[in-house]
């Protein structure tokens, strides 16, 4: 089981903004992060979104960290984006939705989405 003080790291859009940035939430924000593509083992901006239709998920897990992966954005209607989550810790997909869903920030991240996310 996840901890609730778990940090959740988003690669993505803000709720009104095109262009994918590293956010760190907490259960009610979005604020902006200082992690850099060099502090991470996976390239949040080259994991495959090709060939999969908006609100498909994938889930990873790439050294210590748990990743979903949603195909399209809150708000950038850009073909290849995708919205990233990721904490660092070993989870199953299961544990990490559950974890996800209970967010409120990342439930109007998801819900702004103008497809219907395939959990």
Do not use: A
Not at 13 to 31: C, P, R, V
Not at 45 to 51: F, Q, S
Not at 94 to 116: G, T, Y
């Amino acid at each position: 089981m996840i901890n609730l003080n778990t940090k959740i790291f988003y690669f993505g859009t803000d709720l009104n903004f095109t262009g994918h940035l590293f956010w760190e939430l907490s259960k009610e924000e979005i604020n902006y992060s200082k992690i850099e593509f060099k502090d991470l083992p996976f390239d949040p901006e080259n994991l495959p979104t090709d060939n999969y239709r908006n609100g498909y998920i994938i889930f990873y897990n790439i050294e210590n960290y748990s990743i979903i992966q949603i195909i399209g954005s809150c708000f950038d209607k850009r073909p290849g984006s995708h919205s990233i989550f990721w904490i660092k810790e070993i989870v199953t997909k299961e544990e990490f939705i559950e974890f996800l869903k209970s967010i409120p920030i990342v439930q109007k991240i998801i819900n702004k989405m103008p497809f219907k996310v395939q959990w």
